[in-house]
């Protein structure tokens, strides 16, 4: 079992930069390539963001690609998501999931989930 909290969310204004950070308990924290998802207001969840199990390998969804980074610290069991750059259509609620399977953007691939964390961008 993986238990998931996010932290970091906030409210920013158009153009600026947070970061949201996501600790997991367990010790196989390693064993589990980790994504970011953001659900917005009467929307669908969508995918963001996954990095791989050390974290050499990252892939991410078209509209966060070159303002959004993920980086992970599995001493710490901690994963993050670094936003730059944001929008106002950045506004959701930011959630963490853990996979055995990388590259992955489908919510249905991930076994363990955070609560989220309220990112809301102003313009």
């Known amino acids: 079992q993986v238990q998931l909290v996010e932290s970091g969310g906030g409210l920013v204004q158009a153009g600026g930069s947070l970061r949201l950070s996501c600790a997991a308990s367990?010790?196989?924290?390693?064993?589990?390539?980790m994504g970011w998802f953001r659900q917005a207001p009467g929307k669908e969840r969508e995918f963001v963001g996954v990095?791989?199990?050390?974290?050499?390998?990252?892939y991410y969804a078209d509209s966060v690609k070159g303002r959004f980074t993920i980086s992970r610290d599995n001493s710490k069991r901690t994963v993050y998501l670094q936003m730059n750059s944001q929008r106002p259509e950045d506004t959701a609620i930011y959630y963490c999931?853990?996979?055995?399977?990388?590259?992955?953007?489908?919510?249905?691939?991930?076994?363990?989930w955070g609560l989220g964390t309220q990112v809301t961008v102003s313009p």
């Open positions: 367990g010790r196989t924290f390693s064993s589990y390539c």
């Open positions: 990095i791989s199990w050390t974290g050499g390998s990252t």
């Open positions: 999931a853990a996979s055995q399977y990388h590259a992955r953007w489908e919510p249905t691939d991930y076994d363990y």
